[in-house]
C-alpha cells in the first residue's frame, strides 16, 4: 500500500452489495492482493520532515489541504487505511458523504452527541432506547451539563415541537433530536421524516440509531436525518465476533466529529475494521435470510396461546405505525419481541433456560438466534416502574433471528414455551452451564 491512500474513482449506478468487494481499495497498492491486508500498525513513516509537518498541518486543520493532495497517513488513532476503506463502503449503504468508525456503537454514539452538543444546550430523545444510550441520556450528559428530555417512541413530532419550545423558554434549546428506530427493545417506529422537520425548525439535528435495520431496511439520511449512528457490532458486523460502531453523515459534521474521535480515542482497530470489510460482503445475504426466517418465526409466535403479544415492525400494531413503517423501512428486519402471557420474571426465565439451539445472550444482529430478557438484561439500568411505563414488562423478551432453518428455530422456541411450568430451577454456576443440560 502506497503511504498516500488514493481514492479509487467511484463505480456509480451500482448497488452497495456489487460494490462490497471492491469499493474504496486498489488491489495495486497491495501487491495485487485481492483482499486489503489488515495494517495492523500504530504509526506511519514519514518520507521526510516536511511531509509529517504539512499531514499534521491539515490534520489538525491548520491549513487547509489542496483537494487534489491525498492525505498520507500519520498514525493510527488519526487515520488507518483498512478504517478508511470500511468508512468508504459504509458511505455507500446509507448514502452518506462520510462516515467514522468506532470502536464500539456506545463510542459512535457518545463522542457524536459530544461533538455537536455544546454545554448548556439540550437533547430530545425518544424512549424506549437501548438501555446503555438510556444511561448516558439520564446520567452521563446531564452531568456534563446537558439537558435531555424524553418523549415516547412512535410519538407524534408535535410532541418533540412542544418539548423544543419548553426548552428554548428554559435558556436550554434544542441542538439535537435523537431517535433509536425501531426502538430497543419494543420493536416501535417513530416518524424520522416528521422529526427531522421540527428537529430543523428549532435549529437542531436530527439523529438516527439505525442499529436494528440498518443498513438494509431503513436508510435515515434520505428521510432527512442528518447523522446515521450504528452499532456495528450487530447486522453489520454480523458473527457476534466484535465490537464497532459508525457515524455517517455530511462530511462536514463527519470532520467533526473524527476530530473529538481522534482526541478520545475511540476508533476502532485495524484488526476488527478488517472483520467488517468481510463482514460487510455478506450484509444482503445474512440480513435477507434472517429478515425471512424472522417473518416465519413472528407469524408462528402470533398463534401460539403461550403468547400474549408480538412486537415486529412488519405486525404494525397501529394505523400510525403501518403508515410509518411503509414510508420509512423496506423490511421488518429480524428483531421481535414478544410477551409470555400472564408471565412474571420467574415465568420468562423458565422459557429463557429452556432454549437450546436458540442462545441466551444479549446482543442482535448476527448469525445465531438470540434471545434475551431487556426487564433483567439489556435494560436493567432503567427503573421498574420506568420500564412498565415504556412497555418493558417482567414478561417481554427479545429475540435476534438468526440465519439457521427457520423450522428449527420454530422447534426451539415451540419446546422451550412447553417448558414453562415445569422446568428446573435455574442451576447454579457449579452445576455447570447451561449447554451441557441440553
Ligand atoms: C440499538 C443499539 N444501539 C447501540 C448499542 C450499543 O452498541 P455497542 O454494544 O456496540 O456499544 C446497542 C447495543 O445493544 C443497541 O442495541
Redesign the pocket.
Known sequence: MKRKRIRPPKISGMRPESLMMSHGYRPEDSEGAIKPPVFQTSTFVFRSAEEGKEFFSWAYGLEKRDPERPMGLIYSRLNNPDLEILEDRLNLWDGAEESAVFG??????STSLLTLVPVGRSVVFSRP?????DYLMEHILPSFGIPTREFPAGGDPSLVDRICLELAGQGTPCSMVFL?TPA?PTITLTDIEGCARVAHAHGALLAV?N??LGPLYQSPLRHGADLV??????YLGGHCDL???AALGSAELIERIKALRTILGTMLDPHSAWLLLRSLETAKLRMTCSRKNAERVAGWLRKQPQVSRVHFAGFPESEAQKEIYERQCTGPGGLIAFEIAGAGEAEAFQFLNAVRLIKLA???GGTESLIEHPSSM?HADVPLDEQLAIGITPGLVRLSVGIEHPDDIIADLAYALDQIESVAPIPTVSEGHRAERS
Not at 449512528?229 to 450487530?234: E, F, R
Open positions: 464500539s456503537g456506545m463510542a459512535a454514539i432506547v437501548y438501555g446503555g444510550t433509536e430497543n440509531d442499529t436494528f449512528l450504528y452499532s456495528a457490532t450487530k465490537l464497532a460502531g444479549v446482543s442482535l439489556t
